[in-house]
């Protein structure tokens, strides 16, 4: 028979650095589990991938065990890696801080892709434009 959910939540947290402390542990302290366990075996899953944020879905179960699956970091964050810079403008449309390649819009697009409500590349690159072009990136070819 399988176990019963409690809860679902959701985190972004650091790869690598997460801790007891917020917001790990106001988020699963409430339901019960070993805070401790859950930093440990996420820090050891995310070494790999140290300064970059990661979305993450932890479901706790009813007898206050836990699972979780780790997502690819948000789009913002790939595009300031590519692009080289620390943070998007304040003034999108007037004010541009970085480019990005076509080549590198679609790198980003099929990293991902598993994460997105879509299948098709084309339309993934496009969410990615938009997000770019958001942050003040300016697309080349």
């Given at each position: 028979m399988a176990k019963k959910i409690k809860i679902v939540v959701k985190l972004a947290?650091?790869?690598?650095?997460?801790?007891?402390a917020p917001p790990v542990g106001t988020a699963l302290g409430p339901h019960g589990i070993k805070i401790m366990d859950f930093c440990k075996e996420f820090n050891e899953k995310t070494a790999a991938m140290k300064g970059s944020v990661i979305p993450a879905i932890i479901t706790i179960y009813e007898d206050r065990s836990f699972d979780?699956?780790?997502?690819?970091?948000?789009v913002s964050d790939m595009i300031k890696k590519m692009s080289?810079?620390?943070k998007g403008t304040g003034t999108?449309?007037?004010?541009?801080?970085?480019?990005?390649?076509?080549?590198?819009?679609?790198?980003i697009a099929?990293?991902?892709?598993?994460?997105?409500?879509t299948?098709?590349?084309?339309?993934?690159?496009r969410s990615?434009?938009?997000t770019a072009r958001s942050m003040g990136i300016e697309i080349v070819n």
């Open positions: 947290i650091q790869a690598g650095s997460a801790t007891p979780f699956v780790l997502k690819q970091p948000p080289g810079i620390s999108p449309g007037k004010e541009k801080v970085g480019k990005l390649t076509n080549a590198q819009i679609e790198t099929k990293n991902k892709l598993p994460d997105l409500n299948k098709d590349l084309e339309a993934a690159k990615v434009i938009g």
